[in-house]
């Protein structure tokens, strides 16, 4: 059974590091990024790391999640710093479950714009085509960034 939830548990992140693994996407250090946004918020809370979290699961394990936050020195833009769904549950509309609960709770908590920053290369034409489906407008696209063929393409969703 599908359920989902807000709050983060110690267990979490070698789930959401399985997630990310399965998906291929992810380099190494990007994987260790997340670890150090789960130790955060389970440190500090939601509040004071600024890492929002939503976690979709199944049985009782982790199969998906989003991680946000305000941008600090913005008046009403957040980040949308990850969205991973395990590859053995990818298409089946999940995703875009997640998008809706963070929207929905960016636009209580006053967001007015949501950035989304993801790579040029090949292997994520899949998740550029999730954001264009959703309705993210393309805004930039800053060459080399990544690597050398490898553009970091930055998407926004405008709430108001």
Same mark, same amino acid.
């Given at each position: ?20 693994? =399965? ?52 008046? =009403? ?84």
């Amino acid at each position: 059974m599908m359920n989902f939830r807000k709050e983060l548990n110690k267990s979490d992140f070698e789930y959401l590091k399985e997630i990310l693994v =399965s998906t291929g996407f992810f380099y190494d250090s990007e994987v260790e990024i997340v670890k150090e946004l789960v130790e955060e918020n389970l440190e500090k809370g939601e509040e004071k790391s600024g890492y929002i979290f939503n976690i979709a699961e199944e049985n009782g394990k982790p199969i998906a999640f989003t991680c946000y936050g305000e941008i600090p020195g913005t008046e =009403s833009s957040f980040d949308l710093y990850w969205i991973a769904v395990h590859k053995s549950s990818r298409n089946n509309g999940i995703g875009k479950i997640l998008m809706d609960m963070a929207v929905e709770d960016i636009k209580k908590r006053g967001g007015e714009n949501i950035w989304i920053e993801t790579a040029s290369r090949p292997i994520y034409e899949p998740t550029r085509q999730f954001y264009i489906a959703y309705g993210c407008k393309k805004v930039a696209e800053l060459p080399a960034y990544y690597g050398k063929d490898d553009n970091k393409v930055i998407f926004m969703i405008e709430l108001v």
